[in-house]
């Protein structure tokens, strides 16, 4: 889940570099290069801030699974467990 994070944020953090690049390059004056970086960066932030969301929201569901398969094998365990303490017992 980490890596996930931090791939995504790299990929962004490049692409907003490159825009920036990309604008500062290009044959505009300054003040409308500046406005179009500030532009590029809000969205990216967006951006950003909505996959953050998400991988939040994925993570909770993630955890919420696990917790809930936990559940099942230790019923299950328990399950196995009275059976077989009622086989030891007639065996005796």
């Known amino acids: 889940m980490k890596s996930t994070g931090a791939f995504l944020t790299g990929l ?3 692409a ?3 825009a920036a690049l990309a604008l500062l390059y290009a044959p505009e004056k300054g003040d409308i290069t500046r406005a179009e970086i500030k532009k590029k ?3 990216m932030e967006k951006e950003l801030s909505r996959l953050r969301d998400k991988l939040k929201e994925k993570g909770g569901e993630l955890k919420d ?3 809930k398969r936990i559940q099942e094998v230790e019923a299950r365990l328990e399950e196995l467990m009275q059976q077989y303490k009622k086989v030891s017992e007639k065996t005796k």
Do not use: P, R, S, W
């Open 41 to 43: 960066m809000a969205e």
């Open 16 to 18: 907003a570099v490159g």
């Open 12 to 14: 962004l953090t490049g």
């Open 65 to 67: 699974d696990i917790k």
